[in-house]
């Protein structure tokens, strides 16, 4: 007998070469997916939001130098 296992997920955002997506682990702790061309980087939802506080600061920087 096989246990399938229906893995949730919802797309965050989506361009032509990046996608971002969020889904549960096999415990059920919440992931977040960040794909860059052939590779994807894993976090849990606190190394989550220090990675959206770093964009932040990158945005923030952008918009000084303009």
Do not use: P
């Not at 997920?9 to 702790?29: H, R």
């Not at 939802?45 to 923030?60: C, G, H, S, V």
């Amino acid at each position: 007998m096989s246990d399938t296992m229906e893995q949730k997920y919802e797309v965050i955002a989506e361009t032509s070469n990046y996608l971002v997506w969020k889904g549960e682990d096999v415990d059920g702790e919440v992931c977040y997916h960040l794909e860059v061309g052939n590779a994807m980087l894993t976090f849990y939802t606190e190394e989550w939001i220090e990675m959206l506080d770093l964009l932040k600061q990158i945005l923030k920087d952008a918009d000084l130098q303009k």
